[in-house]
């Protein structure tokens, strides 16, 4: 009975949380676009989504996504086939042990009449698939610690995954382990269901056949038996336990506990330690059971729809449905490092140590902000320079294998941050270029709000570039690095202007910009930096390299925008 009650109210609690998750996917507003929108409206629209998608062509391409890449994890495999079999194993085998064992009074008994824990197949079975997720245990524990994969981190909810799942694990083998050779266990089950009691004939015979058969270790009761005592024991187990009990060797992990135990089974049994390991593997899956919700193992759940909602979803869909997927996406992540690996600008973690660089990190984030936790100021301008240091190669979105759009979640994040944190330099970088491919995605306010503040503290900073008459205080060397230092070649050819696309975006370029390409390397040799420094050219250039592949003295024109703008900055903070 106390079984059952608790066991209730774990999948009570396990209810109760995964709605209040299910919940946030609503609630949380992680795109500008979604601050005016009631949760009941995105609710809707997630239904009308739902409906739409069923009714049509659609609904193929979500089952094929849901088998391929959801059960049998087609986009890990194709990644990393060490990792596909590591996540196969645990994945694979602690859903079945789930299905089979830890609900098998809600699914296994209903689909088997007369099912027993302790026969088979359904033994065989359980040792098996527990069997699995030991084996994808160790092979986790390998690659993170040992093997120790590039740029993989490792969080105390990964330390409390691999854990919680290894004490169910092995108390459950040695719960097995122990109870194969426990006279108590046995002692009990004849007084149940053969209805005979210690010291009569029968008892005897029947505890023989079970001592050489089953492996139970019965005090005074030893071997050699005779036949016929034997044969006595056969017919009561087959009247008696045979319907409910398989050899116990079938249960071969906790068979080998069991031999193990054997010399001191007697001992074992009578200090409870049956008792104590059943307490521990219940409690075990019961407090798993009850905290997956909130815990990294709800990607049990949300990885899969991850997969299936992105596979019928674009950037064209509903403002709400996009919301609410990227709501979805932040529980969808499972900390797996790919994203990570498949970084193109990974690799400046080893020079600038800002996790916030690395993807799977950024996303962590990205998370809690989204949640409204309350972050400092310097985390905040952590995440900022992960997420402007993206070069939106879309390498991480593609590699995914909970299918998370990562690109679009930078970018929605990026105008999200802009918008409540305040323009920062960043935003005139080569990000603006991005931004304006995707110029069609905001509004236009939000699209030139930060632009028009970001150029306005530039003005503050650099009077030159809009009052001609400002003095120029600031000359003399720029002390710059060698390429940038390759200006000193330039003889204003105006190659360099004649072939950039920014320069071609205007009818009249200098008026915008302030400084064409060549007139800031002359102002560059020239030592003059409030004009150098003060064009808004540095900051809408494009990084395309035409300048400086163009460049017949081969001034490195790109390097020198790029230094340009670094010192501009500094000057700026040092303001």
Known sequence: MAFTISLYAALIIFCLGLIFKIGTWFTKKPTPASQDMSALHRLTSGIKGIIRTIVSKKILTLIT????????????????????????????GFMLLLLMHALDSFITQALFPDYAATLNPFMFLRDFFGALVIIGILLAVYRRFIMKAPRLTTTP?????????????????????????????????????????????????????????FKTVAPN???????????????????????????PQWA??????????????????????????????????????????????????????????????????????IATRQALEFDACMHCGTCTNRCSVGVIYEHIPNAAILPSEKLAALKAYVRGKSLDEATVKLMDEGLYLCTNCRRCTDACPAGINL??????????????????????SPFSF?????????????????????????????????????????????????????????????????????????????????????????????????????????????????CQEHCPQGVKVTEVLYELKNVAIKNMNKD
């Not at 049998?72 to 990644?79: A, G, P, S, Y």
């Not at 002390?479 to 360099?496: G, K, M």
């Not at 072939?499 to 030592?527: R, W």
Request: with cysteine; charged share 15%; glycine share 6%.
């Open 252 to 321: 071969f992990t906790g068979y080998l506990v069991s031999q193990a135990v054997t010399p001191i089974a007697l001992s074992v049994d009578r200090a409870g330690i049956p008792a104590v390991l059943w307490y521990i593997h219940f409690l075990s899956c019961l407090v798993g059971l009850a905290y997956l919700p909130f815990s990294k193992f709800i990607h049990l759940i949300t990885t899969p729809l991850s997969l299936v909602v992105n596979s019928v979803m674009d950037t064209s869909a509903d403002p709400a449905n």
């Open 157 to 213: 909810m990964d330390t409390y995954a691999i854990v919680i799942v290894a004490v169910i694990m092995l108390s459950g083998i040695f719960l097995e382990g122990v109870k194969i050779p426990s006279y108590t266990r046995y002692k009990q089950m004849v007084e149940d269901y053969a209805g005979l009691e210690e010291g009569e004939e029968d008892y005897q015979a029947l505890t023989a056949f079970w001592v050489k058969e």
């Open 65 to 92: 996504v849901f088998i391929l890449d959801g059960l049998l994890q087609r986009k890990v495999f194709k990644e990393n086939p060490f990792r596909w079999l590591i996540h196969i194993l645990i994945y694979g």
């Open 221 to 247: 009761i030893n071997e050699p038996f005779s036949p016929e005592l034997i044969e006595t024991g056969r017919e009561y187990h087959e009247m008696s336990c045979m319907a409910c009990h398989s050899k």
């Open 407 to 428: 690109e679009e979640l930078w970018f929605t994040m990026r105008e999200r941050l802009l918008e409540e944190t305040g323009p920062t330099p960043l935003a005139l």
């Open 434 to 546: 991005f931004r304006g491919l995707n110029q069609e995605r905001l509004t236009e306010e939000a699209y030139s709000k930060p632009l028009t503040q970001m150029r306005a503290a530039l003005t503050a900073a650099y009077p030159q570039l809009t009052d001609t008459a400002a003095p120029l205080e600031l000359t003399g060397s720029l002390a710059l690095s060698a390429p940038a230092q390759s200006s000193s070649v330039c003889f204003e050819c105006q190659t360099c202007t004649n072939v950039c696309p920014v320069v071609a975006s205007y009818d009249n370029p200098q008026e915008v910009l302030g400084m064409l390409p060549h007139q800031i390397m002359h102002a560059t040799n020239l030592g003059i930096r409030d004009l150098a420094l003060g064009s808004m050219m540095l900051w809408d250039c494009v990084t395309c390299y035409q």
